[in-house]
């Protein structure tokens, strides 16, 4: 990923990016900010010769443009940096815990049940494969595919649509996601019923694009890859019809699809009677994710995961508490 600085700061801001890239932590969103804070150092100056306490304010200050999380965001980026250059120009300002902005508390992610599964899929097959604004000859398989690969392997959907036909491996059941957020690779397999349902999609899709090696597995009219926003706008039509969200306001997103996906393996190897911490590492790999502290934002406590926790305490307390851990 290239990134370049004009600025001061350039050679330094260099430096942290290649940094960043090494461990694997580099993403759009970071290297974005990080591209405005060149500019802010272009503007504002470095009087000080590196980052100071006004030019950390001016970088903070509030903005109609900029919401609670952004701000947030932006504050750790400038600490993260301030860090790393007190380290090459000695007097580096790192801001306290005074100017961190305050976060607007994030809603927790919608974990879909098995019947709301059942209803989006159902309603992905029952879409017009034909309509004015995009004719395509098999959007109701395609969006099926997309919604069943994103709930039984967690990916992102721009993962998803980034497949080609070369990057789906049909005969081991292999997914190739490459260079993905955080400069991640990796390969993903996926479970024989999925696999099953990617074989008889592949078989329709070449009767709608060429099978071109590097052309997109899931594909529009226009034998094109879909963009994340019209999927988007699909989905969130699906959930509507289904009585899952409402039209207005806020509601279960595409996203949350891998959040389902999360919770539902910890679940699964609760009931498993798996050692979840063990097991967490290899849930952080397969969801792509830098380090084990990233998935810990889709393990959100649902009533299921609390029972089997529970029970699991339980069992573990009848052999060492008097009253085998019950009140």
């Known amino acids: ?50 980052v100071d306490e006004a030019l950390a304010r001016a970088w903070l200050a509030p903005s109609e443009l900029r919401g609670p999380n952004t701000q947030y965001g932006r504050y750790h980026v400038l600490r993260r940096v301030c860090r790393f250059l007190l380290q090459r120009r000695p007097g580096t300002f790192i801001p306290g815990e005074s100017m961190r902005p305050r976060r607007r508390p994030s809603a927790p992610p919608h974990i879909y049940s098995r019947d709301e599964l059942r209803r989006l ?23 099926h595919a997309i919604i069943l690969l994103l709930a039984t392997a967690g990916l992102r959907i721009s993962e998803a649509l980034r497949l080609t036909l070369e990057t789906v491996d049909l005969e081991r059941g292999v997914l190739s996601i490459r260079q993905t957020k955080f400069r991640k690779s990796r390969l993903v397999p996926v479970s024989p019923g999925t696999l099953a349902a990617l074989r008889r999609y592949h078989a329709l899709r070449l009767t709608a694009a060429p099978a071109d090696a590097t052309a997109a597995f899931f594909v529009s009219g226009r ?19 289904a009585g899952i969200r409402p039209a207005r306001g806020c509601g279960p997103h595409l996203h949350d699809l891998r959040s389902t996906f ?61 009253t085998g851990g019950r009140p």
């Open 1 to 50: 990923m290239t990134t370049s600085f004009t600025g001061p700061l350039a050679t330094d801001l260099a430096a942290y990016v290649m940094m960043l890239e090494a461990a694997g932590t580099a993403n759009k969103t970071n290297l974005n900010r990080l591209r405005e804070l060149d500019r802010l150092t272009q503007t504002h100056g470095l009087p000080a010769g590196t």
């Open 121 to 143: 899929l159902d309603g992905a097959l029952a879409l017009r494969d034909w309509e004015d604004r995009h004719p395509c000859p098999i959007r109701s398989q395609t969006m």
């Open 223 to 241: 034998g094109k890859a879909y963009s994340t926003v019209y999927v988007e706008k699909m989905f969130h039509d699906l959930a509507v019809h």
């Open 262 to 322: 999360a919770v539902t393996r910890l679940l699964q190897w609760y009931r498993e009677g798996a050692n979840v911490m063990a097991c967490l590492p290899r849930l952080s790999t397969y969801l792509g994710h830098a380090c084990v502290a990233d998935t810990e934002v889709y393990l959100r406590i649902t009533t299921a995961l609390l029972d089997e926790a529970s029970q699991r305490f339980h069992r573990y307390a009848a052999d060492v508490l008097p």
